[in-house]
């Protein structure tokens, strides 16, 4: 069976080719994933990418925070399901049929980066995904993969992917809290069953002890500053009060028609890629568990 898919990968190559990019267009690491190192969710995975793709382009739209709102409501509905990326073995995964809350930002990324740099093809995509979603753009094993957002915003600004626009909010706050989540509940991660790739991951953790970042308290999300910063299709990290761990939800701002900043999210409730009813304010004042939020942005 992976033989054949395999090959049927490499037809499709054939078949769709590589497109064409503008002279400005940001390049993905060059460590680009090989086909074995890739797992699909279903053969139509790729013809599926394509042809979004080729929705993305034929709207004209040229930024990326339109690019953004357009691609996440097309894939409204999208089950939610958790843990696909996981496997006996770290490998590349392609599965836009499933999405949950980190993979449908990163689906949405992706795409979005094809479309502003000409790209109309799943092989242009799949080097994209591997270039957020890993250190340095290049996936190794389970420990190369951003666990935690601090470092994945952290990695992904150094190699001029995106930019936190937190602080440019006025009534920004920093946050000091050591991020260590994953060592101390390495019963739910299977991957740290194995002693080596424990260390790893622990290692990583150690950079971000006392670690600094700023958020915005879930309060203030209605003040004029955070409206006037907050743009619809940037990236919006809920920061936890939960111990060891930096931000448990993700997703993608909207605004509805009073102005008000709305999630548009993968969500475990909703079971779906869903914009959520209330307003962001209302909904996270809801949650004990949240302290307020970061903003990331694609760079273009």
């Known amino acids: 069976m992976i033989n054949n898919k395999i090959m049927w990968v490499m037809m499709m190559i054939v078949v769709c080719g590589f497109c064409g990019g503008s002279n400005n267009a940001i390049a993905p690491s060059a460590h680009a994933t090989s086909l074995e190192q890739m797992r699909f969710h279903c053969s139509e995975d790729t013809t599926k990418i394509n042809s979004l793709l080729e929705d993305g382009a034929a709207t004209g739209i040229s930024d990326a925070n339109g690019l953004v709102c357009f691609y996440a409501h097309k894939l409204e509905g999208t089950p939610y399901v958790s843990h696909t990326l996981e496997g006996d073995i770290e490998m590349l995964t392609i599965n836009i049929d499933q999405l949950d809350c980190t993979t449908f930002v990163e689906t949405l990324y992706a795409l979005t980066r094809a479309t502003l740099n000409g790209k109309q093809s799943w092989r242009d995509y799949a080097n994209y995904l591997e270039d957020?979603?890993?250190?340095?753009?290049?996936?190794?094993?389970?420990?190369?993969?951003?666990?935690?957002?601090?470092?994945?915003?952290?990695?992904?600004?150094?190699?001029?992917?995106?930019?936190?626009?937190?602080?440019?909010?006025?009534?920004?706050?920093?946050?000091?809290?050591?991020?260590?989540?994953?060592?101390?509940?390495?019963?739910?991660?299977?991957?740290?069953?194995?002693?080596?790739m424990y260390e790893k991951i622990k290692n990583v953790e150690i950079g971000f002890r006392n670690h600094r970042f700023p958020y915005i308290k879930k309060d203030q999300l209605g003040m004029k500053d955070v409206l006037r910063v907050a743009r619809r299709g940037d990236f919006v990290g809920l920061v936890t009060k939960i111990e060891g761990l930096d931000i448990s939800h993700m997703g993608v701002i909207?605004?509805?028609?009073?102005?008000?900043?709305?999630?548009?999210?993968?969500?475990?409730?909703?079971?779906?890629?869903m914009l959520e009813k209330l307003p962001l304010k209302s909904q996270l004042m809801k949650n004990s568990k949240i302290e307020g939020v970061r903003l990331f942005r694609m760079k273009e």
């Open 132 to 196: 957020l979603r890993y250190r340095g753009g290049e996936l190794k094993d389970y420990s190369s993969r951003l666990h935690y957002i601090s470092e994945w915003i952290i990695d992904n600004k150094n190699r001029g992917n995106l930019d936190e626009v937190t602080s440019d909010i006025s009534c920004c706050r920093y946050k000091v809290k050591t991020i260590d989540f994953m060592t101390t509940h390495c019963g739910s991660y299977s991957s740290l069953a194995d002693n080596s």
């Open 254 to 273: 909207e605004v509805n028609d009073k102005g008000e900043l709305v999630l548009l999210d993968a969500s475990s409730v909703g079971g779906k890629v």
